[in-house]
């Protein structure tokens, strides 16, 4: 940093909060004083300010002008963070997105007046069961993690139905950290699975846990290694065997879609987070959806609402009694992340079906490209190849004084997005990097030669450069740890 | 004058008078970094041997705390619970997280000594 008079580097504007920029009486409007009138309110009316900033309409542009260019996304940078799925956003869901027609509708609008939204919802919906091979899903969950609780509340629902109580779920030492706080979320009690040598579920010790207490078995697959569970009918048909049910945390789905139907690994339950695998937008971008598709025995416990189509045209099942099934009921309120729907479809049909496995496959493609360059001068995990992300841990910085942490702040000072850091925990230091099928060879060439030199300098002895990065960013390294301890939550004005 | 045992899951418990302190290793708080927040068990609790009975959560992780051995919860650390990084600083003494009543003092014998302990570690690295 050069030392400025202003606190600017050059065109980088260092821009205080908007409540900081408050210039009482400033307006982006002329109004007039409001009048005196007698209230009715018994000496309750507000005194004083409500807090609100004034502003002049260029301050307020600026503003926001301002922080959107502080902003690092995948419209920016390469942005390899594994498990994440950030990939691009195509612009035709977006047009598609702001059609009037689409976006200026009201969930409680006569749903004769809303057949081509309702109808949306349901080619969406089919599409997914087609690609998944699975009779029937809910469409409501909101993001993955909801999708999770969905699943787990209809397997909670399917044991009560059987008359039974089954209060244990199994998951695998690498799944997201939503798996076990899910399970937890619905009443389970969670008994991890180790994973073996070749990153991948301890059968043995699988089968040793099932029981009749055991109600579901919770797998990523691809997991969070970005390994495929070659293993995986072996080990639905011992869940099944036991009585309990699968789900598959579908967070990867995205490097099977048009490959393997995820009928056919004996599945009964997975999410699937149409912001990663169908390309909307997510991370701060947009909200997530994750629908959920359920096998023929968990069916009659979906959630409503669902969207059925008869003579009538299309139209909302909004009641239990409206169903003939034994929905667990609602999950959210009106009928599901309705913009993301249409981007996803977007997506579907605009890729088709060649395009989608092609997608699967050059995401699988790009991410064994970064595996067989980097394995040299970094340690990957598991022998190869992988699917769709590429797990290195920190043995290529054995004694070099640099962590996993410092490596990902260089790589900011270089251009790119750092990878996910620190997960999944089964490895030492893990450094999880997904490209997705968007990138081209020319990035993914610029990120692994920038990836080398770093760990050559690392090796070097350069330890010193990685603690002090990143030197190039508008703020340098964040105290994490005193962030986490003691948060500022909230502005505050300052004392008087 | 107490004993101290050590667990593979990186726990220690200082044993005197048929109470055991129990605490994270220095190994442990290494490992996991700046610790940010720790989840103290209730007094009175009962806990199996093995069983989670206290979370601690860095900047990279959280992580289940396993008691080493059976027992009943007399006290909690409070001042480590206020302040996480007590723990970092002081993982073996002051950052203790709690004393229990053991149930079967003959459980310790399955744990390992400070040599075997660090033996453990060594070779893990």
Redesign the interface.
Known sequence: MIPTLSGNQGLQIEEPLIFEQDSPGASGVDLPDAPAIDDRLGGLARQGRIGLPGLAEPTVVRHYTRLSQKNVGIDSVFYPLGSCTMKHNPRLNEKLARLPGLADIHPFQPQGTVQGALELIDTCAHWLKTLTGMPAIAMSPAAGAHGEFCGLMTIRAAIGARGETRPRILVPESAH?TNPASAAACGFSVDPIPATARGRVDVAALKAKLGPDVAALMLTNPNTCGLFEDEILEIAAAVHDAGGYFYCDGANYNAIVGRVRVADLGVDVMHINLHKTFSTPHGGGGPGAGPTVLSQALAPFAPLPAVVHDAQGFRLIEHAAQSGAMPVGRIKGYHGQFGVFVRALAYMMSMGADGLRQASSDAVLNANYLLAELSSDLSASFEGPCMHEALFDDRFLKDSGVSTLDFAKALIDEGFHPMT???P?VVHGALLMEPTETESKDTLDRFIATVRGLARRARDGAAESFKAAPVLTPRRRLD??TA??TPVLRWKPPAA | MSSIYFTKDHEWIAVANGEGVVGITDHAQHALGDLVFVELPELGRRVAQGGEIAVVESVKAASDVYSPVSGEVVAVNQAAADQPGLINEQPESDGWLYRLRLANAAELEGLMDRAAYDAFVQGLE
Request: overall charge neutral; proline content about 0%; charged content about 20%.
């Open positions: 950290g850091m620190y997960f925990l994490e740890t986490a301890r």
